[in-house]
């Protein structure tokens, strides 16, 4: 079992929670001792139960009722009752204790963490069409690389990138500088689907006219 599994699979809960299957629960396990990701959630994870244990035995009894008069009139203010109130507070409280055990450190790991990124690479000089291919995982975005040849005649450029369906993705302008600079644009992978993508690449030049320098595809592929 790799990584990726175990989170397909939200082995780490399933695991707490004995709801494995023997097999794969010895996949997991044996998957804990190379996978640090998994070893903190899984920690992480189990001291939040604990904790969430200790909270739920701390919360007080249910008072007595006591008769609240003109109730229709209360409004919403009605919910505030200690009946109401110690359940909502420790519900709050576990909330809390989740955040900073289990989802604050796993966000820091993974930002702090290096990712090997797919990307696409696009040489605007290249003449002719010379289709890009790149695959991502659902939901993975990529680093499209991007190298204008200099142009005296252009002081900036807009790079428009195009959906399948024809729609705009998005459109970003950018100045010109030093010769054969590369420009590293990255794609998140939100609403990314799968077919041929379209960079149109533009010159603007001094006077603002605009010129369509080429257009370029992007066959994207996504990992099933």
Avoid at 7 to 14: D, H, L, P, S
Avoid at 18 to 39: K, N, S, T, V, Y
Avoid at 158 to 172: C, F, R
Avoid at 173 to 179: F, N
Wanted: glycine content about 6%; overall charge negative; hydrophobic content about 40%.
């Amino acid at each position: 079992m790799d990584h990726d599994e175990a989170v397909r699979q939200n082995a780490t809960e399933r695991y707490l929670l004995q709801e494995l299957d023997p097999g794969i629960r010895d996949q997991f396990e044996e998957h804990l001792f190379e996978c640090q990701d998994c070893a903190l959630d899984l920690r992480t994870a189990a001291m939040f139960v604990e904790q969430s244990k200790i909270v739920l035995a701390e919360a007080p009894a249910k008072p007595a009722t006591v008769a609240v008069p003109n109730r229709a009139k209360a409004g919403w203010f009605s919910w505030f009752r200690p009946q109401l109130a110690a359940p909502v507070f420790a519900l709050l409280l576990i909330v809390i204790l989740y955040q900073n055990l289990v989802q604050v450190p796993h966000l820091e790991l993974a930002a702090n963490q290096p990712e090997a990124v797919p990307y696409a690479s696009i040489n605007v000089s290249t003449r002719g069409t010379v289709q890009t291919q790149v695959t991502v995982k659902p939901d993975q975005g990529y680093n499209l690389l991007v190298s204008i040849p200099p142009d005296a005649a252009f002081s900036a450029y807009t790079l428009d990138l195009y959906k399948p369906d024809g729609g705009l993705q998005w459109s970003l302008k950018v100045p010109a500088s030093s010769p054969d600079e590369t420009r590293s644009i990255h794609i998140p992978g939100a609403g990314l689907k799968q077919g041929t993508y379209k960079l149109v690449v533009n010159g603007i030049a001094s006077t603002g006219q605009s010129s369509t320098i080429g257009t370029y595809p992007i066959e994207l592929q996504i990992q099933k």
